[in-house]
């Protein structure tokens, strides 16, 4: 800690608080790799990561906490081993689980500082209403395509992410960062700027980025800033609040119907199929072997649908499926299916809106159709 302690601003003393400081990170992704080993190499005491994932290919562009050898471990797991060769001093605590209003509170109370690289609303309100209720600061960072957002939410000096967006936007309208893509090295550039604002916050130096938005253009390598401001309505934060618990919202835009409502698919007909939502793909490669009479349609984006596609399938992206519904027969099994899934599932709840019977999305997306039925399929 050499360097560290030539700072006046940090020093021994400075250094003796990181140590013994707890910092929880929400995430161990693109945003979650830069301030996980920063963290660590800063001598940050404890670090808890939550995250619920295993380690894929196509993180390895931007997740630089991991490689091809840590290909389908956890990745808290894998993470953990990786900080402990950058710093076996720091205590690495893994949380293999997904953040839920249940445990929320629980895993965030131990720590002082919590940082968000999450890359979903839900998890990105749960924490800050969590933040809010325990008094704590939120580190809050977001990445997509070539644009980066940063800010400290903290209620008790300022804002909180619900004065700037106090809802959720509603299904399919924001694409998340697998359907929108992100420049690989954008997420180390935001990532490096949220680890820095933990280590002012535990070190008590400079001005954290409260009441601030940092909004980061890659393309044209520009920074903005935008001052925010406490909303007096606030549902979480303001002086008469109506919330007071944690609330669970659909995982990502566009979830479609709840979990609850996706019935298990094993031994059922062809006809009990339609009941439900979701359609294995070896079930659906069946149907196709057995000669089944159904439209498979991709509501991806035409660039994805560019990289793979599955054999037979029409593109209808998500946004267009309105205007072109048209094109649909009612009186025909319609299968659709996007990357992952969510897309596909609402897209499959609006056609049963309009009138469409028989509507399956494909569960796992195209991503699972590649790992399952035809390897020929590009993943990505």
């Known amino acids: 800690y050499g360097r560290h302690l030539v700072i006046p601003e940090v020093g021994p003393e400075g250094q003796q608080r990181l140590k013994a400081a707890r910092v929880l990170l929400v995430g161990a992704g693109g945003l979650g790799s830069p301030l996980a080993l920063y963290l660590a190499a800063a001598g940050v005491g404890r670090l808890g990561l939550v995250d619920f994932d295993r380690v894929e290919a196509s ?12 290909l389908g471990r956890d990745k808290v797991a894998a993470a953990a081993a990786r900080l402990h060769e950058v710093n076996p001093h720091v205590e690495v605590v893994p949380h293999a689980l997904r953040l839920t209003a249940a445990n929320a509170l629980e895993l965030l109370r131990d720590y002082e500082v919590v940082a968000d690289g ?62 929108a893509g992100v420049l690989g090295v954008l997420p180390g550039i935001v990532g490096a700027l949220q680890a820095a ?71 059922r007909s062809f006809e009990e199929a339609w009941e439900g939502w979701e359609v294995d793909p070896m079930e659906l490669q069946r149907w196709r072997q057995e000669g089944r009479d159904l439209q498979l349609i991709d509501v991806r984006q035409p660039v994805e649908h560019t990289i793979g596609s599955i054999a037979g399938a029409t593109l209808i992206p998500l946004a267009e499926l309105p205007r072109r519904v048209g094109e649909l027969d009612p009186a025909r099994p319609v299968v659709v299916h996007c990357h992952h899934g969510p897309r596909s599932l609402h897209a499959t709840q609006w056609l049963r809106e309009q009138g469409f019977p028989r509507v399956l999305s494909l569960a796992g997306g195209i991503e699972a159709w590649s790992r399952d039925v035809d390897p020929d399929v590009p993943r990505y």
């Open 59 to 70: 993180n390895l562009q931007r997740q630089l906490l991991f490689g091809e050898a840590d």
């Open 118 to 179: 999450s890359d979903n609303f839900a998890t990105r309100y749960l924490v800050n209403d969590a933040c809010v209720l325990l008094g704590k600061p939120d580190v809050w960072g977001a990445v997509q395509r070539f644009e980066g957002q940063l800010a400290v939410f903290w209620a008790a000096r300022g804002p909180c992410y619900r004065c700037l967006f106090p809802e959720p936007p509603p299904a399919g309208v924001v694409p998340s960062c697998a359907e």
């Open 197 to 267: 604002e933990v280590l002012k916050l535990l070190l008590g130096i400079g001005e954290p980025a409260v009441g601030r938005l940092l909004v980061f253009d890659a393309l044209r390598l520009r920074f903005r800033e935008l001052a925010l401001r406490k909303d007096p309505q606030c549902p979480v934060c303001s002086a008469r609040p109506t919330q007071r618990g944690l609330v669970d919202y659909p995982e990502l835009c566009g979830d479609g119907p709840p979990a609850a409502e996706v019935r298990v698919m094993e031994g």
